[in-house]
């Protein structure tokens, strides 16, 4: 416990805020392979209206295990009757990561980023620390393992919301993965791409 808290603590204080994804950053190409198979791309997801996205750190994090309910009891419906597309992403392989939607019954795409690509270049990833490894390692086993990527990155998690031109209108990146993004604050975003559409 007393090393995932430091874990956590040392992301806060040493985080580079500058280097976030953030509200006006155009968002380059990009695809996502959905856990039933389906290649999801940047420009297919802008197709019928503004994209919801959030990064999550894999399959069996607890954390996670309850934002994404919550989120498709709380957020989903909302960004839907927007008319925008929400995409939980996370690096694990489509394989392992299915178990999540299937439990939750979750009612929006889950997907993979590969090798963490768009993460990188969103400026979201973050390493484990020497002690998390060595506990890691102590059980058994190492995140590469487990998410299927063979390294210790994993995105911070972060909701990012962006509009039809490709711009970021909405990001929220938090260090500490105990800490999610309020959905009143995306429903907020998408209604105001909408409204700015509509003008």
């Known amino acids: 416990m007393r090393i995932n808290i430091d874990q956590r603590q040392l992301l806060v204080d040493t985080a580079d805020r500058s280097g976030f994804v953030k509200a006006g950053d155009k968002v380059d190409a990009f695809a996502l392979k959905e856990v039933g198979g389906a290649e999801l791309s940047l420009r297919r997801l802008l197709e019928t209206g503004p994209l919801v996205l959030v990064f999550f750190r894999f399959e069996g994090c607890p954390a996670c295990n309850i934002a994404l309910p919550y989120y498709n009891a709380h957020l989903a419906p909302a960004v839907k009757e927007l008319g925008a597309t929400l995409v939980a992403v996370s690096p694990q392989v489509p394989e392992r990561l299915v178990g999540i939607k299937e439990r939750h019954n979750l009612d929006f795409l889950v997907a993979t980023d590969f090798g963490n690509d768009l993460a990188r270049k969103l400026g979201i990833l973050y390493g484990y620390d020497e002690p998390s490894r060595q506990a890691a390692l102590a059980k058994g086993t190492s995140i590469g393992d487990i998410t299927g990527t063979g390294t210790w990155e994993l995105p911070m998690p972060a909701t990012i919301v962006i509009d039809q031109t490709g711009t970021v209108r ?11 993004t309020e959905p009143e604050n995306v429903i907020q975003a998408v209604h105001l791409i909408r409204e700015r559409a509509a003008a």
């Open 170 to 180: 909405f990001a929220d990146v938090s260090p500490d993965w105990l800490v999610r």
